[in-house]
């Protein structure tokens, strides 16, 4: 009979499947900053009843580039390196389950690889029957002899790697105790030592093993999970609205940034600003003389994405000003608004980029009937796309090259998913320290897919949510499976474009519980100048729009204005910084309260230090008091919390404690439960 | 600047993800039978606010296999054939979500396939900006100029096409329209012509249009899905156990199955049975002279796999066997038992197929410390593996020639799973109406994946769950997405391994609860001989074998023996082939019952019609009562059950009504409540 041409890899008894962390089967990577743990989890089983062993692999790839893993292994402690694989046994999670787990952690930025291997272990198997036999009284000692077969062949591997002729000797001895002349059950009793298993194990037989596919881990540096992030608008910055401020009048802000406890300066566009239909204050479609017009709308003859406003002054000034920012420890994020005025340099250069209508004229952006005049979209399926698209690589990497590292990409959903997905990748090559945040608010399809495509963090909901079930129900979900391997919430309290009636009616009690839930619940998060100064005017009632926006005008504030919450802004960013639990978010998790005006959750360092309790009162007008279950503690225990933000200390006792909350005197308590 | 080699796939603007229904992203196809809905639902989005079109494509792969589909296409009323694809519009699941949805039926045995494309449609986008401008009464003169080029553009498409030329002609017509002397307002309304759209439609610009990976739905006829089977050792056929039955006997009892309205009848092998270690009467590890062993112990100087036991007859006896089944409406099922006696011809023809020990012995089957000698295993991975795998193949088409169209297969988990993926995939290759039963009472994960790899049932633990709560966690999991599309449940309510305590202590009550379940919870369900005469006596306290098990001796049947439910049996069948409900499995769903002895659940044949509601009483000592709840009745809305057991008629009220269960009256009610 002609022997059929069947596959090899159909004779694989192993399967290993569902494997977790994954996202799309492998489309995309999954996220993580330097440090965290990957626990890697899949379901791996054969046919019939033989031991089954796997191991997880794991490397850097740019230690070790596509090199095909080999088999066979050599010693180091309990991981052994595979062509730049490092290798850790997997172990069942329940026994009688097929779930396998094991753990690594990513300790540098850039690609990581992780992928399962498993095999039917002869040796192991072996073992176990002849164990059961010989407890059973049977005669085994033709299994001595299978076993003595088996670890010879193992000798036999051993022999083939350099470092390993000690051990080939040291099994082939073995082999030979499993069938010299000493009784078959004393003979049975040596099969079962530590040392022949953790050799066999070195020198398994995996030449029938499965290998499951390669899956990608993007590591981010520690700010794409944790920072504080402020955001001003430099213009505003000079000793009176009347003229832009300049780059060096805002660096003389940056102390007073620092000294609240911030981490990352974002600016909105600094590049010129186009004159045609150029926006005047509070949105008005006319602009008087001196208006400065929307940031947003860039480009004029002083230049595009690569210039600097000439009210703001030079690149020189704004390298300054960076340089600056960094010797107070912070770093400055810069806006990639990835469109043009009607005066940028490019609708000249390259009309080719842009959508054109019949009668010659370039098409502006509009959301009809709504019409903005100003802007002109760029189209990313232009013709003569991959210049465009190499074009917005460079502009990118001008400012990569000037020293920014984290880039607030504005809009993102409104430009092909495929051009974040190619320019990302494009900069993480050459710069895997750079981030990018995505400010897309639209559906979550789209914003879990920006984040899929590669963006480091994204804007949220989260001014939208403002009631307890609201908060519980959203935060829950963005730190379920489906979200928590791919998007990194930033959540900003406020922005230019976001004033939300809670704040414009709450008076600082609000902004007090908004800016505690937005430090508390996130472990990124933002705020827009004024925020600390608890600015609530709004453009129009039942809008979300500030009046006097500095989108449109140059503002000059007063810092020290009555009814400022800086010193709990600063307060609470020094406690972030002090605790390891406020600094990752996916151990977010929500607890029971009896008064639906009072929201608590608890957060941990990974492996369940550093606890941190949270409880807010959501209303900003009226005292709330009520009870909070903290689970796990028994009946009557008797434990101490610390709230953190003013070093109060309160005896507790069981699971369920009682809290008071007037909006005169706290709004909140972040309490330190660890030990518990 | 250089433009850079950037993949053209990343200029597509449509994204298509997270189709379903899907195994493992495509690994495996989802199973289905004729005739049966493929509900298909995909989150569909692009950047930006266009508008976005989404169609499902489907063929049977024999019509058009592997072609590639083209753009363009021919109309056939609502569906759109191209390269053998059918084409159907997707619709929005909910406004705002981005999840679309189209559904198509498969019409015929084999492999079916699917796939999505979606493009931004610029005929739609243009006109819903044009009519809101229209509407906000600005100047649209521009914007009809606009419409009137993609008009063109599609006519030019049209145009392409042989059968086009009237619509390209019709299109251009429009195009005219758009742009003639007639105030713009008026052409502007032209554009929402309900004909232009449909011509756009069929004609649409799909350059840039992104298709999904394809799909496959394995389409099984019917009794994949439906179907009463009963098992029987037709060589307890004869007058007395002191022979063999003969098929000629078995025969003559086919009559009395079809009268009890089975559907398949399945036979333990067949073959000549080994003498070497044969197996005594309940499980002696010594036969005594004239007991027949085991027919799992497949092969002895008579033959093997191919051979027919010579106390049965003939080959030609059993053909006879089957055309009689045939006649009846029985179809018969065959066991795939693959492993060896040790007097099988294949131990001496090919030792190569079987594992061998160091002193030339072949090893038999063992679980240590338990020895199963009269069983030889087959080497599934040898070196020879391709042939055995083809002798095997060869032993399936064996006995298709013969008109088999049905297998039971034994143990399949202790056999490599590419092996049946193999074996199933070429047989349906040649005889898609075959039909395999995977015998894998092992661990979920196995019994999903053999699902997977091909088999079109699957025994469950049903024997094992026989409360409430086991019942309603076991059949909700099974329902649920992971399993539904891979996995169909083959309920037997007990097996020649399998009397269940509750069986044995239950009396007649508890024989008829457990047929009700298995033939209402399960779409196929199956009993061995013995269950209609609530044969209850087991093999030792404790255990689940019966006293003088068929599986080694002869046996004769007293049908008519007091305490039969054969009347039950063929009641249940009846409403079985009369309800559409109870041939469908999907469709199950419980309901509240204020009794933990009291289960409810009810059915509906696809698209909700003909819903049916089993209540059972799982106590078969005690009368219970209760209440039952039968969701989405008015609070005082009347209406009337009709049990199908026994046509009497009841009139409820509201949502939760009052039953009664004695067991001596009835354990259960069938009742019929279409229209609620």
Known sequence: ????????????????????????????????????????????????????????????????????????????????????????????????????????????????????????????????????????????????????????????????????????????????????????????????????????????????????????????????????????????????????????????????????????????????????????????????????????????????????????????????????????????????????????????????????????????????????????????????WRALWQALLDVTQFWIDRGIRIFRVDNPHTKTFGFWEWLIDRVHARHPDVLFLSEAFTRPTLMRYLAKAGFSQSYTYFTWRNTKSELVEYFTELTADRWRDVLRPNLFANTPDILHAYLQRGGPPAFRARLILAATLGASYGIYNGFELCEARALAPGGEEYADSEKYQFRKWDWDRPGHIRELVSRVNTIRHQHRALQFFHTLRFHETDNSEIIAYSKTAPHGTDRLLTIVNLDPHHMQHGHVQVPGIGSDEIFTVRDLLDDVEYEWRGEWNYVRFDPDIRQAHILSIDGH
């Open 1 to 384: 009979m002609d022997a059929p041409d069947i596959p090899e890899a159909l004779r694989k008894r192993v399967v290993i499947e569902r494997i977790a962390p994954d996202v799309d089967n492998g489309r995309f990577p999954i996220k993580r900053t330097v440090g965290e743990p990957v626990t890697v989890t899949a379901d791996i089983f054969a046919d019939g009843h033989d031991v089954v062993v796997a191991v997880l692999r794991h490397r850097h790839t740019s230690h070790a580039e596509h090199a095909e893993p080999k088999n066979a292994a050599v010693s180091a402690g309990s991981a052994w390196d595979v062509s730049g694989f490092h290798e850790t046994p997997m172990t069942l999670v329940a026994p009688g389950s097929d779930e396998w787990t094991a753990e690594f952690d990513v300790d540098a930025v850039g690609w990581h690889e992780y992928m399962i291997v498993a095999w039917v272990d002869r040796f192991l198997t072996w073992r176990r029957d002849l164990l059961a036999k010989a407890a059973d009284g049977q005669d085994v000692a033709l299994e001595l002899l299978e076993g003595a077969l088996l670890v010879r062949e193992a000798a036999g591997r051993a022999e083939q790697i350099g470092s390993g002729r000690e051990d080939a000797r040291l099994l082939l001895a073995h082999a030979d105790a499993l069938c010299d002349a000493t009784p078959p059950a004393q003979r049975a009793s040596a099969a079962s030592s530590d040392t022949l298993a953790a050799m066999m194990a070195m020198y398994a037989g995996r030449s029938a093993a499965a290998e499951s596919e390669i899956r990608r881990v993007w590591v981010d540096r520690e700010r794409a999970r944790f920072g504080a992030w402020y955001e001003l608008f430099p213009r505003s910055a000079g000793p009176d609205p009347s003229r832009s401020g300049t780059f060096g009048e805002a660096a003389a802000l940056l102390p007073q940034i620092a000294d609240l406890g911030f981490d990352v300066v974002y600016l909105p566009p600094i590049h010129p600003i186009g004159t045609s239909f150029r926006k005047g204050r509070n949105n008005s479609t006319v602009a008087e003389p001196g208006d400065p017009g929307s940031p947003w709308a860039i480009g004029s003859a002083a230049g595009g994405h690569t210039a600097i406003d000439p009210g703001l002054g030079t690149l020189d000034d704004f390298e300054a000003f960076r340089r600056e920012a960094g010797r107070l420890g912070l770093e400055i994020a810069l806006d990639l608004a990835f469109q043009c005025s009607p005066d940028h340099p490019w609708v000249r250069e390259h009309p080719e980029w842009f959508r054109h209508r019949p009668d010659g004229t370039i098409k502006y952006a509009e959301n009809p009937p709504k019409k903005y005049q100003d802007i002109y979209p760029l189209d990313f399926g232009c013709d003569d």
